[in-house]
C-alpha cells in the first residue's frame, strides 16, 4: 500500500516568514495529493489539493508543488499568521480510490 | 462546501458497554465513507472503508467484529464499538467522499471517546 513521509513533525516560524512542510510517497501510481489543517479537537479541513498532471498550484498565501519524478510534494504557506497555526497534514491518493493515506503530521507554530 | 455531521461530540462509557458513533453527509449522498481513529498529536490511522448497501472493508488489525460499521443510506454511516474498554479510548473521525471528478473528503467534527 501507499506509505506516505511528513517532514518535519514540527515547525516554529516567526510570524511574516515562510513555513514549509515536505512529504514523500511510495506509490508511483497516486495522482491526487491534498493537504489538511487541523486545529486542536477539531476535525481536518481540505485547504489545497493538487492533482498529479499539475506542478504547482496556488491558493492566496498557501501553495503547493509536486515532483512526480521523485515522489515528493510541498506546502508553502508564505506570511506567516499566528491564525496558520495548527497541525498540517499531507495525503495521497491512488487514481480512482477515495482512501487518503495521511502523512504523521506536522505542528506549525507561528510566533507572534 | 459539503458538510459532514458527527454526533455525539463526546462520550463517556464504562468498561464493557457499547458506543454507536452516527456519520451524516447533510447535504450531499455519498456512497462511500471512512472512519478513522486518532490518537493525540498523531495521525489519522484508517480503520474501515464504508459503502452503502454493502459491507465495510476493514483495515489490517482492525477487530471487524469490535468495530462494526453500517452504512444504511447515502447519507448515514454509524460506527459501533462493542464492548468498550479503556484502550478504545481515542477521537473517532469519520469522512465522506465528493463523487465524481473532485475526489475531495470532508471531515465529520470527530467524537471523543473515553472508557472508563
Known amino acids: 500500500g501507499e506509505n506516505v513521509e511528513q517532514h518535519p513533525s514540527t515547525l516554529s516560524v516567526q510570524e511574516g516568514d515562510s513555513a514549509v512542510i515536505k512529504c514523500t510517497y511510495s506509490?508511483?501510481?497516486?495522482?491526487?495529493f491534498p493537504w489538511y489543517k487541523q486545529e486542536l479537537g477539531k476535525r481536518p479541513q481540505l485547504i489545497i489539493d493538487?492533482?498529479?498532471?499539475?506542478g504547482e498550484k496556488k491558493d492566496q498565501r498557501i501553495a503547493v508543488t509536486l515532483n512526480k519524478t521523485a515522489k515528493h510534494f510541498s506546502l508553502h504557506i508564505t506570511e506567516t499568521q499566528p491564525e496558520d497555526s495548527a497541525v498540517y497534514f499531507c495525503?495521497?491518493?491512488?487514481?480512482?480510490?477515495?482512501?487518503?493515506?495521511f502523512g504523521a503530521g506536522t505542528t506549525v507554530t507561528v510566533r507572534a | 462546501g459539503a458538510v459532514v455531521s458527527q454526533h455525539p461530540s463526546r462520550v463517556i462509557c464504562k468498561s464493557g458497554t457499547s458506543v454507536k458513533i452516527e456519520c451524516r453527509s447533510l447535504?450531499?449522498?455519498?456512497?462511500?465513507m471512512f472512519w478513522y481513529r486518532q490518537f493525540p498529536k498523531k495521525s489519522l490511522m484508517l480503520m474501515a472503508t464504508?459503502?452503502?448497501?454493502?459491507?465495510?472493508?476493514?483495515e489490517q488489525g482492525v477487530e471487524k467484529d469490535k468495530f462494526l460499521i453500517n452504512h444504511a443510506s447515502l447519507t448515514l454511516s454509524t460506527l459501533t464499538v462493542t464492548s468498550a474498554h479503556p484502550e478504545d479510548s481515542s477521537f473517532y473521525i469519520c469522512?465522506?467522499?465528493?463523487?465524481?471528478?473532485?475526489?475531495?473528503?470532508?471531515f465529520g467534527s470527530g467524537t471523543q471517546l473515553s472508557v472508563l
Open positions: 495525503a495521497a491518493s491512488p487514481p480512482n480510490d477515495y482512501k487518503l493515506s
Open positions: 493538487i492533482r498529479s498532471n499539475v
Open positions: 447535504d450531499f449522498q455519498a456512497t462511500t
Open positions: 506509490d508511483s501510481a497516486s495522482n491526487y
Open positions: 469522512s465522506a467522499s465528493l463523487a465524481g471528478l473532485s475526489r475531495k473528503l470532508f
Open positions: 464504508s459503502n452503502e448497501g454493502s459491507k465495510a472493508t476493514y
